[in-house]
């Protein structure tokens, strides 16, 4: 079932996706060489508390934490942990806060110091895929739509779109129907209506788009250990385009 919100639901939801869009510029001051991803959960943790907030993914099918922090080759869904960030890496974290009961979603790649040039390009790439996709995303055109435009982009620039893992619906729980995939044909695919909140999360990867998964069950890898970054906004679909609620301005 595909749920669409009223004006007051979406509302709501964009003060949760205001609150976490503030989390992550904080965090884009926090992150540099020698900080762990277990400092930046307990931050988050301290954050959405002070702010009348909970982090969603925490207990959900029994994650353990606030922050999902995945770290160069990894692609998804890495723990928080106590090793250092180093000069050169690159870092997702990922979130989904709970204000009130409206939820937002958004997940974020920074840099570690200083990055070469090709990691460089992978972090441009691959916002940039994000908003492509989000262009798409008006009443009237398709999830396939969506799709195709952020795979012909990578995919011109000689990187590649995860497969295993998709956006999608968002509202009373973090995940709904539809699943947005972040490759596709144009016109396939259920149709975009007036007060759908979805998200777009395309995870780019320098290499080859297969993932294997952790011993952990949740951490899933590039499958020929390049780099993989990803970018993502929860979104309305209104009368007036695409409205970003996890927009960090
Ligand atoms: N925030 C993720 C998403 O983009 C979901 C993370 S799974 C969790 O869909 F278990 F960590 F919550
Ligand atoms: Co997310």
């Known amino acids: ?56 993914q925490k207990g959900y099918q029994g994650y353990k934490y606030a922050t999902c922090a995945s770290i160069n080759d990894e692609i998804c869904h890495g723990f928080p942990r106590e090793t250092p960030l180093k000069n050169g890496d690159i870092v997702t974290i990922d979130m989904v806060v709970n204000l009130h009961g409206a939820l ?6 920074y840099a570690v110091g200083e990055i070469d040039d090709e990691k460089k390009r992978l972090l441009e790439v691959t916002e940039k895929a994000l908003y ?6 008006v009443i009237g055109n398709r999830i396939g739509d969506i799709g195709h435009a952020i795979q012909s982009y990578v995919e011109g620039e000689h990187f590649s779109v995860v497969r295993d893992f998709t956006g999608h619906g968002i509202g009373d729980k973090m995940h709904e129907d539809p699943k947005i995939l972040h490759y596709g044909q144009p016109g396939k695919g259920v149709r975009l209506k007036e007060g759908m909140v979805i998200t777009i999360e395309p995870m780019v990867n320098i290499g080859a788009w297969q993932s294997k998964m952790d011993n952990n069950g949740w951490t899933a890898r590039t499958i020929d250990g390049s780099l993989s970054a990803q970018y993502e906004h929860t979104l309305a679909i209104t009368k007036n385009g695409p409205l970003i609620l996890t927009k960090q301005d």
Request: proline share 3%; with cysteine; hydrophobic share 40%.
């Open 1 to 56: 079932m595909i749920s669409r919100k009223s004006e007051r639901e979406i509302q709501a939801m964009h003060e949760a996706g205001k609150l976490l869009a503030s989390c992550h510029k904080e965090i884009a001051k926090m992150i540099k060489p020698g900080i762990t991803t277990m400092e930046i959960e307990r931050f988050v943790e301290k954050f959405l508390a002070e702010n009348g907030a909970t982090p969603e």
């Open 104 to 109: 937002a979603d958004s997940a974020w790649t």
């Open 132 to 137: 492509k996709g989000i262009e798409q995303a």
